[in-house]
C-alpha cells in the first residue's frame, strides 16, 4: 500500500509540473500576443503620422504653387494642379481611416535563436535608408553564436525602433555602428551607437518615458519604428534591460542585454 501511494504521489508530482510548465508557456504566449498588438498599433499611428504630415506639408506647398501671382499657368497646367490636388485629399481621407488592427490569433513564436543572426537581418533592412540619408551602417557581431530564447519578431521590432531613431538624428556622412557581443556579466548585448547631436541629461532622464507627439527636430526620415517607450516594453518582456547613453555633440548609445539560452 505504501509503495502504491508513493507511487501515486510521483505520478501526480509529474503531473502538477507538466501541468504548471504549459500554464507558464501559455501565459509567455498571450503576453507576446498582447504586446505584439500593441507593436502593430502603434505602427499603424506612426504611419497614419507620419503620412497626415507629409500630406498636409505637400497641400500647402500646392496651394502656395498655384496661388503664385508671377506664374502663368495656362489650362493644362491648372487641370494638372487640380487633378494633384484631387489626389492628395484623397490619400488624405484613407490615411485618416487608417484603424488599428487586431493581432489576436497572430502567430508569436518564442524560441532559441542567434543573436547574431537577428541583429544582422534587421540591420540590412535599413541599408537603403541609410545610404539615400547618407549614413553609414556598420555591424560588428561576434565571432561565436550568441543564443537567446526570446520572442525574434519583438527583438526586430526593438532593433527597428533603435536603428530608426539613429538614422534619424545622425549628421549626413555620419555612422551608425550596431554591435553585438557578450557582456561582462555573462549576458547577451547589443548597443547601437550614433554620430548625431547627443542628448542633454534631462533628455537622457526621460527619454523611455511616453511623450505626446511633436515635430521632430530632425527632418531626416529614419524609417517608421516602435517609440521608445515600446522599445523597453518588449526588452524587458524579454528578461532583458536597456539603457541609454549621450555626449552632447558626440552621439548617442542605446544598449540592452538579454540573458543567454542555456
Not at 83 to 88: L, M, R, T, Y
Not at 170 to 191: C, F, I, L, M, Y
Not at 249 to 259: C, H, I, R, Y
Amino acid at each position: 500500500a505504501v509503495a502504491d501511494y508513493a507511487s501515486i504521489s510521483l505520478i501526480n508530482a509529474r503531473l502538477f509540473q507538466a501541468i504548471e510548465k504549459r500554464a507558464q508557456t501559455l501565459q509567455r504566449t498571450a503576453n507576446s500576443a498582447q504586446i505584439g498588438e500593441k507593436v502593430t498599433n502603434e505602427m499603424l499611428s506612426l504611419v497614419q503620422t507620419t503620412l497626415r504630415s507629409c500630406l498636409n506639408d505637400t497641400y500647402r506647398a500646392l496651394e502656395r504653387l498655384a496661388k503664385t501671382p508671377m506664374a502663368r499657368w495656362h489650362s493644362s497646367q491648372r487641370q494638372h494642379l487640380a487633378s494633384v490636388e484631387e489626389q492628395i485629399k484623397k490619400m488624405k481621407q484613407i490615411t485618416e481611416a487608417i484603424q488599428p488592427l487586431s493581432t489576436e490569433g497572430a502567430d508569436h513564436t518564442v524560441g532559441k535563436v542567434d543573436l547574431n543572426k537577428l541583429v544582422s537581418k534587421a540591420v540590412n533592412q535599413f541599408q537603403h535608408i541609410a545610404q539615400q540619408n547618407q549614413i553609414s551602417l556598420v555591424t560588428e557581431t561576434a565571432d561565436n553564436p550568441i543564443p537567446v530564447f526570446v520572442d525574434s519578431q519583438q527583438i526586430l521590432q526593438v532593433m527597428g525602433g533603435l536603428i530608426s531613431n539613429a538614422i534619424k538624428y545622425s549628421h549626413p556622412g555620419g555612422k551608425v555602428t550596431t554591435r553585438v557581443e557578450r557582456s561582462n556579466d555573462g549576458q547577451a548585448q547589443v548597443s547601437i551607437e550614433d554620430t548625431g547631436p547627443g542628448m542633454k541629461e534631462k533628455q537622457l532622464q526621460q527619454i523611455f518615458e511616453p511623450q505626446k507627439d511633436t515635430q521632430s527636430d530632425s527632418k531626416r526620415f529614419g524609417g517608421l519604428g516602435v517609440h521608445l517607450p515600446l522599445v523597453k516594453e518588449l526588452v524587458v518582456g524579454n528578461k532583458g534591460k536597456i539603457w541609454v547613453e549621450s555626449k552632447l555633440e558626440q552621439g548617442t548609445t542605446f544598449t540592452f542585454v538579454l540573458p543567454l539560452a542555456k
